[in-house]
């Protein structure tokens, strides 16, 4: 009885304790937005991630605007939550806020997007694909199909990215630097449509009324795009993937039933999953053992041909 009573005794003094240390550590998450396929991917997978974590997860989208994400942040530091994680939406422009979380003692991970800073400790790492490998794996299809095509120039449109983020930067830089072995590749329109569906068609539609050139490629920079640009060619009485040639960066599943359809010819995968990574190296930050400065993530690219025997294995 003595002994019952004397551990019931200890058990109430360790109470207090032990909740303390057992506190779930609290992550505040700026998002990008909801602009893709890709995007909701990767917004489920970090939520699903940190509950499995039993981490407090504060979550906020930053609509495509970096002035949201700033506010985001801010907020996050003065809640002095454990972790602070974001997907940048431009790669400029966040010195002065990472400095900001730096003095608060806050540690910073970047995900999926990187930054362009003066002082790299203003972060801890970032996790993410590589998007230039990407570009390259694009251009590596175009020059390949190009080396079998007969006859003279091979005319490419390109729609990029939001302006000035990481992905529409460095995927155009891969593709350039690999279609530039074949003079016969000349990319003759390029501009953006900022990652979605509508403006992807929008600016295809505007591509395909400029009459001058005819257009065998597009390279667009992401599966929504590409999947809006297919509209566009259809309501411009061409058949996609066939009249123009399709690539594009993501492999969501989306881009697989275009390509099982026969309207799109190749998706470079950029894997979204980041959630269950993320958040085992917040745990390993905030306990203080060491992390890369940079966790890339291994992709694949999908061709058409095997577009029916791999959608029901996609994730995403
Ligand atoms: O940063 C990753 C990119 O952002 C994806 O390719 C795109 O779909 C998303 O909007």
């Not at 551990?7 to 990008?32: D, E, N, R, W």
């Not at 002035?67 to 939550?81: C, G, H, L, P, T």
């Amino acid at each position: 009885m003595k002994i019952l009573r004397r551990s019931l005794l200890a058990a109430a003094l360790l109470t207090p304790a032990l909740s303390a240390f057992a506190a779930p550590l609290v992550m505040g998450f700026s998002q990008v937005g909801a602009e893709s396929e890709w995007r909701t991917a990767n917004t489920a997978s970090v939520k699903a991630a940190a509950k499995e974590a039993g981490i407090t997860l504060k979550f906020a989208d930053a609509q495509q605007k970096q002035e949201n994400q700033v506010k985001a942040i801010r907020s996050y530091i003065a809640q002095k939550v454990d972790v602070i994680a974001f997907s940048p939406v431009v790669e400029s422009g966040w010195d002065t806020v990472l400095k900001e979380a730096k003095a608060a003692g806050i540690p910073v991970i970047l995900t999926d997007r990187a930054v362009k800073v003066a002082d790299p400790s203003l972060y801890v790492t970032f996790i993410g694909s590589d998007f230039v490998e990407e570009g390259r794996k694009a251009g590596k299809w175009v020059l390949e199909r190009a080396a079998k095509a007969p006859g003279g120039a091979l005319n490419i449109v390109e729609l990029q990215g939001t302006v000035g983020s990481a992905p529409a930067i460095d995927r155009k830089k891969g593709f350039e630097e690999v279609i530039k072995a074949n003079a016969k590749l000349q990319i003759i329109r390029s501009q953006s449509g900022e990652f979605t569906r509508a403006k992807g068609k929008e600016v295809m539609e505007s591509f395909l009324k400029q009459r001058d050139k005819k257009i065998d490629i597009l390279f667009a920079h992401n599966d929504d795009m590409a999947i809006g640009a297919i509209q566009a060619i259809e309501e411009a009485g061409l058949k996609p993937g066939q009249d123009i040639a399709i690539v594009s960066i993501d492999g969501v599943r989306g881009a697989f039933e275009a390509m099982k359809a026969g309207k799109l010819n190749v998706t470079v995968e950029c894997n979204p999953l980041l959630g269950p990574q993320l958040m085992q190296l917040a745990k390993d930050i905030v306990a203080k053992k060491p992390v890369e400065k940079r966790i890339t993530v291994t992709e694949g690219v999908y061709t058409a041909d095997v577009a029916a025997k791999e959608l029901p294995n996609r994730k995403y």
